[in-house]
């Protein structure tokens, strides 16, 4: 028997105890041992739940308690779960845990810790939810060179986007309503400016790319200023506009960033809708490959974080090399990189196109019954640096998205 403890019963905690429970000899058989959930810490205490027998309320008794081999961490932030973790692994416990801003701010230490005592600190959880992308990037695609990811890795932002697009309403409204509905948090901040989907990317660049990214080099935008016109224009262009998570190897650097971009149909991220998440690779030998399904909620999130506890108690006293180096990757300055760009500005195509043609070179135009003073067009490829330099020189420019089409 392996004996295991929960750190934190909210809604993962939670799904974790009932993903063991409700497959529990399932579980048991691919783990080759039984697999006992002896502690569950938490502050608050549950009366009535069969689990709060478990419940702990001082982390001294679990890591006192040397029967305890696994502990999972899901309680969510910095502190004090780094403080835990950093313990559990200095104890020699392997940590499964689905804290994304944990692994994004510690994970080079915590993995060098787990690595000196041959034990496992795994976070399949932290990205994409249920959708298995950490093992495959570190286990699946060990023949490939990765050179891009491109995620939607948010699902409470593509939920948004997508109501958005599905009713013509704008940003607040459709916020407030996805937190009347349980959907969004009460404090979206992380999700809706991109920070969340900003982690995430750095995480999973730095297993594919084999040096860490730091999350605070990823140039991040959120989707706070997209508003139902800008949808309309999208849907007259027959695309969507979603908040992209991307990293690329350009030549012999790399840059990753975070923002809405148009898309159209020929994009396979292109029909990820609601909450769901997708994560598209492209290796150098095996071509395209996309991961799809379930990126947040309480069991596919917990689903994630079990199959880490079944891993670690296969490789219990042995460590699963891990692809990050504490070797940093030194990211390309967004200004090199290059994309199209959706502008939309006051006046008329009539009117002005020449002068966004003199400016922009190659354009494609577009305009919109019902948004009167006003047009849009996209733009040749182009640096953001060479956008942002004919930008100064145009007049009216409403507000830019970028455009991979
Ligand atoms: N807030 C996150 C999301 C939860 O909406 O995707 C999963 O990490």
């Known amino acids: ?83 835990f973790v950093k313990r559990a692994l200095e104890s020699g416990r392997s940590v499964c845990t689905s804290n994304k801003e944990l692994v994004a701010k510690h994970g080079v230490e915590l993995l060098e810790i787990a690595r000196s005592k041959d034990i496992n600190f795994l976070f399949e959880a932290s990205c994409g939810g249920g959708i298995p992308i950490i093992r495959p990037l570190n ?30 309403s704008d940003f607040d409204e459709v916020l407030k309503d996805a937190q009347e509905k349980g959907y969004a948090e009460r404090n979206p901040e992380a999700d809706v400016e991109g920070y969340d989907a900003c982690r995430k990317i750095a995480i999973l660049s730095s297993l594919a790319f084999g040096r860490f990214v730091d999350y605070e080099d990823v140039y991040t935008e959120g989707i706070t200023k997209i508003t139902a016109d800008d949808i309309k224009y999208a849907k007259k262009m027959g695309t969507s506009i979603k908040l992209l998570a991307t990293s690329k190897k350009v030549g012999d650097g790399f840059y990753a960033m975070v923002s809405p971009v148009m898309i159209d149909g020929s994009n396979p991220l292109f029909s990820v809708n609601g909450v769901f998440n997708a994560i598209f690779v492209h290796g150098n030998v095996l071509g395209d490959a996309m991961f799809y399904g379930s990126g947040a909620g309480k069991l596919p999130t917990a689903s994630a974080v079990v199959a880490d506890v ?85 007049d009216g420019i409403i507000s830019m998205i970028r455009a991979r089409f």
């Open 310 to 394: 079944v891993d670690a108690a296969k490789h219990l006293n042995r460590n699963i090399m891990m692809n990050w180096s504490s070797k940093k990757l030194e990211l390309m300055d967004i200004s090199q990189v290059e994309e199209r760009f959706f502008v939309r500005m006051k006046g008329s195509v009539a009117a002005d196109g020449q002068k966004v043609k003199e400016l922009f070179g190659d354009a494609a135009f577009v305009e919109v019954d019902d948004l009167e003073g006003e047009f849009a067009f996209v733009t040749g490829v182009m640096t953001e640096a060479a956008y942002q330099e004919k930008a100064q020189h145009a």
């Open 139 to 168: 286990s699946s695609l060990t023949a490939d060179e990765i050179d891009e990811i491109t995620g939607i890795l948010n699902g409470t932002t593509n939920y948004i986007m997508t109501k958005m697009s599905a009713d013509g």
């Open 1 to 83: 028997m392996i004996n295991i403890a929960v750190l934190g019963y909210g809604t993962v905690g939670s799904g974790v105890v009932e993903v063991i429970n409700t497959n529990h000899d399932s579980i048991n058989k691919k783990a080759g041992e039984e697999i006992n959930i002896k502690y569950v810490l938490d502050l608050r205490d549950f009366p009535g739940d069969p689990v709060q027998e478990k419940i702990v309320h001082d982390f001294e008794t679990v890591i006192n308690d040397p029967e305890i081999k696994i502990i999972v961490e899901v309680l969510g932030g910095i502190e004090p779960a780094y403080s």
